[in-house]
């Protein structure tokens, strides 16, 4: 079932389009992550979709309706909840007064909430990990807890469809993370469709049902995140020359930084432990390399301890990586002194 869908669709602004010839759908049940570089056009877009800017061209329809600023307001907050980028500016208002804002469509002038209500609040809360702001005010919490708020007071909205404009701009790796997986098994359970902007692409990667893809010269790709990685896609939008992205991953990768001195060492290290040595020493210009003769000899004291035992002529210790990085580097300054 089809809840979102836009025909021929131009956005933009004084009749400059962004986008435009867009023909889109956002399924029930599926999570839409939409992405593109600054500038490309993603909050013109969720706003448009929202009703809040008009099209320049095509329509844009729900399943009981026509999407546009001039629709009625009643109709469209019980279609589409919409969360943008700002935050919301009250005084002495607690968590909980802000997600209940999301029944607005759905109560008297009063306002008065009913047992529906209050389980639909308490359950977006939930959602959204947010249960424990519910109490707090507005004005004495983060930028990322207004936004879970903010996102729960869409869920509490319970329209078939949620348009979020980048509602994790604000939130760590690890929120970030919790929270999205928690909106699509909401949409998935409860048969909506969510369609949000981001700029954690690898997160969209594994975690969307759909990405729209906006690329250099303004085209949107949708389509399945996997078959757009294989298409190189999202590598060709978003690769530069200090990050590339790995195919095989879904991950982007970062190159080592340009060594100018090799330093020979006998390491007896963990791969995982080599691999970030030698990245920490990459930072100082100094390219560490294995050999079985060399005078320095690194080990780790314990496989679960960031400890190294180092030797040097008669010289042994026990330092952390910072101390081995720093001897080497100022062995290898005096080295260069040295030889000039």
Not at 19 to 25: R, S
Not at 228 to 254: A, R, W
Request: aromatic share 8%.
């Amino acid at each position: 079932m089809i809840l979102l869908q836009s025909e021929e669709l131009s956005i933009g602004y004084s009749r400059n389009p962004l986008l435009k010839g867009l023909n889109l759908t956002l399924p029930a049940g599926t999570l839409t992550i939409l992405l593109g570089r600054n500038g490309g056009g993603k909050s013109t877009l969720i706003r448009t979709l929202a009703g809040l800017l008009p099209a320049l061209g095509g329509t844009i329809r729900t399943e009981t309706g026509t999407v546009s600023p001039q629709a009625n307001h009643e109709w469209l907050a019980r279609q589409i909840a919409v969360v943008l980028t700002e935050r919301p500016h009250t005084q002495f208002m607690s968590g909980y007064e802000l997600v209940a804002l999301g029944r607005a469509p759905y109560t008297n002038w009063t306002g008065r909430l009913n047992p529906h209500d209050c389980q639909l609040i308490e359950q977006a809360l939930q959602i959204t990990y947010a249960t424990d702001l519910q109490n707090c005010l507005i004005e004495e919490l983060s930028d990322g807890q207004c936004q879970k708020l903010m996102i729960a007071r869409a869920l509490a909205q319970d329209t078939p469809v949620l348009l979020l404009d980048e509602p994790l701009a604000h939130l760590d790796l690890a929120n970030s993370a919790l929270l999205l997986n928690s909106l699509a098994a909401y949409a998935k359970a409860n048969g909506k469709a969510i369609l949000l902007s981001s700029h954690h692409i690898e997160l969209a990667i594994h975690t969307a049902d759909f990405l729209w893809l906006i690329d250099h010269d303004n085209l949107l790709h949708s389509n399945l995140p996997e078959q757009l990685v294989l298409e190189n896609k999202i590598g060709h939008i978003f690769s530069g020359s200090h990050v590339f992205f790995n195919p095989y991953t879904g991950h982007f990768d970062f190159p080592m930084p340009t060594t100018s001195h090799v330093l020979h060492a006998n390491l007896h290290l963990s791969e995982t432990c080599s691999y970030w040595l030698t990245k920490a020493l990459a930072k100082r210009g100094i390219q560490l390399r294995q050999a079985a003769d060399s005078r320095w000899k690194i080990g780790q004291a314990l496989d679960h301890m960031p400890y190294y035992t180092w030797q040097y002529e008669n010289k042994s210790g026990q330092t952390d990586m910072a101390g081995i990085v720093q001897l080497l580097a100022d062995y290898t300054q005096k080295q260069l002194l040295t030889n000039f």
